[in-house]
């Protein structure tokens, strides 16, 4: 018996599926255009709230802080219509970052035998603490700041030089995107789409169901722990045996 021959599931999975889906489990099959617009702002609110849970790993990635002379602030905006971003290198436009994850500082980016040194993220008041945040050389230390339209990253000491070859290599949690239209087909990867259907399920309950919430939160969680526990990043284990002597 032919199988499909293809695991794309999830790239032909339209917005307005996922909305028919979650309301089936709800119990609602006559649905209008206004409750389409409800699901589509629901489900933006739950994909806000999974980045409240901590690390969603398909959107890490990382780039390359061109650093300049004395300049210690390197601003990223949540959009292109917030304002231009700090000048990056693969990629050259960086947007929508939620969190700086791990920075180190680059020497001999553009050559065979670069060198990476790694740099400490600081917290608001060891920054403060600082007495002279304008000292010039090689940064070692950073500050990340989180507003609502932009991520502003601040380094000491202030770098004291505008060469190519050296920058910071900076590794970032990107935001979720956004839903937007009802053909489109949502910013999450396949391992994710069970617990994202029944959350949406769980968040329309609380609105036209609510004596189904309880039954679907538990499946939603349940749906959402196995999926973090998918998408974590695995590493080797190794098992060291213990000797033991019973009569010493």
């Not at 939620?98 to 790694?118: A, I, K, N, W």
């Not at 002279?132 to 500050?143: A, F, I, M, V």
């Not at 060469?163 to 239209?181: N, V």
Request: some cysteine; overall charge negative; proline content about 4%.
């Amino acid at each position: 018996m032919a199988t499909s021959g293809t695991n794309v599931f999830e790239n032909s999975f339209p917005i307005d599926e996922i909305f028919e889906e979650a309301y089936e489990r709800v119990g609602m099959r006559d649905i209008t255009g206004y409750h389409l617009t409800s699901a589509r702002r629901s489900l933006n609110i739950m994909l806000q709230e999974w980045a409240n849970r901590g690390l969603h790993y398909w959107e890490l990635a990382e780039t390359n802080i061109d650093l300049v002379e004395g300049q210690a602030e390197y601003t990223f905006f949540r959009a292109s219509t917030d304002g231009t971003s700090s000048t990056t290198t693969a990629p050259s436009s960086v947007f929508g970052v939620e969190d700086v994850l791990e920075m180190t500082f680059r020497s001999d980016r553009t050559q065979t035998s670069q060198s990476d040194s790694s740099m400490t993220k600081i917290n608001r008041s060891t920054y403060s603490a600082i007495s002279n945040k304008l000292n010039k050389g090689t940064p070692n230390q950073y500050y990340v700041q989180r507003f609502i339209d932009k991520v502003v990253v601040t380094f000491y000491p202030t770098p004291d030089s505008t060469a190519a070859t050296k920058d910071a290599h900076m590794y970032y949690l990107k935001r979720i995107q956004d839903a937007g239209a009802f053909t489109n087909t949502v910013d999450v990867p396949y391992r994710f789409v069970p617990c994202m259907v029944s959350g949406l399920s769980y968040y329309l309950a609380q609105k036209y169901k609510p004596e189904v919430v309880q039954n679907l939160k538990l499946l939603y969680e349940d749906e959402f722990q196995r999926a973090l526990t998918e998408d974590g990043s695995s590493s080797s284990t190794y098992i060291t045996p213990q000797n033991y002597y019973p009569n010493a």
